[in-house]
Every structure is written in C-alpha cells, then in structure tokens.
C-alpha cells in the first residue's frame, strides 16, 4: 500500500480504524524496503505525508514493536529492525514442515479450478524469468505456494502459513535489494520443481507431493545458505 492507496482506502473505508490502516501502511513500507532496515521512522514527517495525527501512526508502530518488524529508540523514537539471515534459516525450517503437509492433504483436497491457479502460477513464472522480472518471479512462486496451502482447506494450517508471509514476503524484497551479495538464484530449477509438485498433486499422489515440496524448500534453503547469507552483514548495516 503505497500513500496514494493508503487515502483512497480511507476514502473507500471512513468507518475502519485508523490504526489499522496506518500499520499496513508501515508493513508494507517495511516489506517492500521503502522502509530500508535500520533507518529511522520520523512520526512527525509521517503525519504530515499521510495527513492524519501522530496518535494512530504510535498505536500502529507500538504494535509493529510487539511484532518485532520495528524497535523503539529511547522514549519516542521508532527504528525498522535490521534483518536477520539466521531467522530467515529458521523460517525456512517452519516453511518445511507447513508446507510439506500442505501438499500431502492438497493432493487429497485440491479442485480442479485451484488446479488451474497452480499452472497458471508457473506459467506467470516462466514469462517472468524470460523477461527477467525477479520480483514477478517471486509474486508467482508466492500464488503457487499461497494455492496449496489454501486447498487444504485446514484453517490451523492455514493460520500458522498466513502468520509467516510478511516475513517471507520481506526477505524476499531484502534479496532483490541486496544484489551486492549476488545470490544466484537458479529460477528455472525453481519452476522445474513447481512442475513436479504440480503433477504430484494432480496425480493425487500424497506421500511423492510432501516429498517433493520438501526437498524444493530444502532447495531454496540451500541457495540462500550457499550464498552467505547466515554470515553476511544485514541489510542497511556497515560492510
């Protein structure tokens, strides 16, 4: 939600509280690194961009501390937490255990328009690598992903996928940032993977789906791992 988004929101929505609206606002800023990690939030300038008051822009970052996408520096200062590498290995082991189940039940539970939603997605991703669009490439593994979880229609597994996506969607934004470490992401080995989850669950073929998403995260993790990260400066810090 950029700010022309966040006004016509409270155009559209005059009843919705205003906090709520200002803390996506903020997430989003902190996802997309328009917030880069590290850098301070001026309340104050804030207020004035978005032209409301400092009182739901502090309920809104007091929230987002409790969250730790924000920490706060002395009385009333607020900063973007930096990013930490070590945690994105962790997501990752979340990720593997969420997901891996996910694409066992899905290939019990799948419809055949969600089906579609899949390769649709990997067709979106192989037009997006041929024209070079990383962040296209990530919004079209993030469908694949989001399409098997959903189908699982199991609203646990479901809460436990949705709680991690602002985390995932902000590493992912930090990697495109973060050109200078040059991670060698091999997308069409990604897609390639997707393919094969794809055909797993249509073929309805339980155990061979969770088998094949888990090592497709194992995957990723290995990338990211080989690339440095867990030992690289975080994003915004001094080299």
Avoid at 207 to 215: F, G, I, L, N, P
Avoid at 230 to 237: D, E, K, L, Y
């Amino acid at each position: 939600m950029d700010k022309q988004e966040f006004i016509q929101k409270m155009k559209d929505q005059p009843f919705s509280v205003l906090s709520d609206l200002v803390y996506q606002y903020i997430v989003d800023a902190i996802v997309e690194i328009r917030f880069p990690p590290g850098s301070k939030i001026n309340t104050k300038r804030l207020s004035e961009e978005l032209g409301i008051s400092r009182t739901p822009i502090r309920t809104a970052l007091e929230r987002l501390v409790e969250q730790k996408l924000v920490e706060q520096v002395g009385e009333k200062g607020f900063r973007v937490c930096q990013i930490d590498w070590k945690d994105c290995m962790a997501l990752y082991d979340i990720r593997e255990m969420i997901e891996s189940n996910a694409a066992y039940i899905a290939a019990n539970t799948i419809t055949e328009a969600q089906l579609e939603q899949l390769r649709f997605s990997i067709l979106a991703a192989k037009k997006a690598r041929a024209n070079s669009d990383i962040l296209a490439l990530f919004e079209a593994n993030n469908r694949f992903h989001d399409v098997i979880v959903l189908s699982t229609g199991n609203n646990y597994l479901i809460d436990m996928y949705e709680s991690l996506k602002t985390w995932i969607h902000r590493y992912q934004h930090s990697l495109i940032a973060a050109q200078k470490y040059d991670i060698n992401i091999d997308w069409q080995t990604s897609i390639d993977r997707h393919v094969v989850i794809y055909r797993a669950i249509k073929s309805r073929y339980s155990m061979v789906a969770k088998a094949e998403m888990k090592d497709y995260l194992h995957h990723i993790y290995r990338v990211l791992f080989d690339g440095g990260l867990v030992t690289r400066s975080p994003i915004g810090s001094e080299d």
